[in-house]
């Protein structure tokens, strides 16, 4: 199914008629449910899922009743875009924004970049990220050598380059990220001010949501989040099921191996529980005599 025949059959599912731009290089697509509006901008792994038919968490707008304003992508370019830039300053000059009773902004790695730039045009919003790039421009994050894609397609010399700054605008962000992830850490220290949250997932990488998705606590944690309802208590009690996800174990086992912790790698091998990469397990099993 071709993205805009996919966008025009998830018009249906709106309470009443809203509103698709075809851009260029994205598609803003408007949902009117309610008073309360969800902002969200898909990832990069939505060009290759086979059946993006919806925009990114366009089931969670639905749970929960709010309007949603979802922004896909034809190309992973950060959304930086001038018709993007174009189609928001145009949107907030009409008092969109300012119609809604409170305006929520949402995004993982590309789309939690937009989620906290795009946030701008809304003051007094709430953002939600998950693995943002504060940025993609190469002097001001001289540490990022990752998404060679996102610097070459996208515009870094139009407005709203640096998120770490337009969330000054913000009432609150929440940003999720593994702190034992380097460039997802050093983009998070970027974010300074009373009103940053930070909410660490240790070892669960750069794909935080799937992390919590494999233990079940992606959509507690995001609807908590959203609903300005999370606290770090809560939080961690959430997150401690993380233990119990194979994948979070065998970035425990590595890092351990990395630190020379022999007696934590020793007692995660032994624990048997990891069902990847068998080779890597054998050799350190062999490396340290563990039968």
Not at 35 to 49: A, E, M, N, P
Not at 66 to 90: E, I, P, V
Not at 224 to 250: G, I, N, S
Request: glycine share 8%; proline share 5%.
């Amino acid at each position: 199914m071709s993205l805009m025949k996919s966008i025009i059959t998830a018009s249906q599912h709106a309470s009443r008629p809203g509103f698709i731009k075809n851009l260029p290089a994205h598609c803003v697509c408007f949902y009117p449910r309610s008073d309360t509006l969800l902002v969200t901008f898909d990832h990069v792994g939505s060009l290759t899922i086979k059946q993006g038919l919806l925009p990114w968490a366009f089931g969670l707008a639905e749970k929960l009743g709010w309007s949603h304003l979802g922004n896909m992508t034809k190309q992973n370019d950060w959304f930086r875009h001038k018709s993007m830039f174009a189609t928001y300053r145009t949107m907030r000059k009409e008092g969109f924004f300012e119609s809604f009773d409170d305006v929520v902004f949402l995004g993982a790695s590309m789309g939690g970049y937009a989620a906290c730039a795009f946030s701008v045009v809304s003051p007094g919003a709430r953002v939600v990220a998950f693995s943002p790039q504060s940025t993609l421009r190469r002097d001001l994050v001289p540490f990022e050598t990752r998404f060679h894609n996102g610097r070459k397609l996208g515009d870094w010399t139009g407005p709203w380059v640096d998120s770490a700054h337009t969330v000054e605008k913000a009432s609150n962000v929440k940003l999720f990220y593994d702190p034992h992830f380097t460039g997802d850490a050093a983009h998070a220290a970027r974010y300074k001010g009373g009103h940053i949250e930070h909410y660490p997932a240790p070892y669960l990488g750069h794909k935080v949501p799937t992390g919590l998705k494999a233990i079940g606590q992606f959509e507690p944690i995001v609807l908590a989040a959203v609903q300005d309802d999370l606290t770090q208590a809560k939080y961690r009690t959430l997150l401690r099921d993380r233990r119990r996800e194979p994948l979070h174990a065998l970035r425990v086992l590595k890092r351990a191996q990395k630190r020379g912790h022999n007696d934590l790698v020793k007692r995660v091998i032994a624990n048997g529980t990891i069902p990847y990469e068998p080779d890597y397990i054998a050799r350190m099993a062999r490396r340290l005599s563990i039968s």
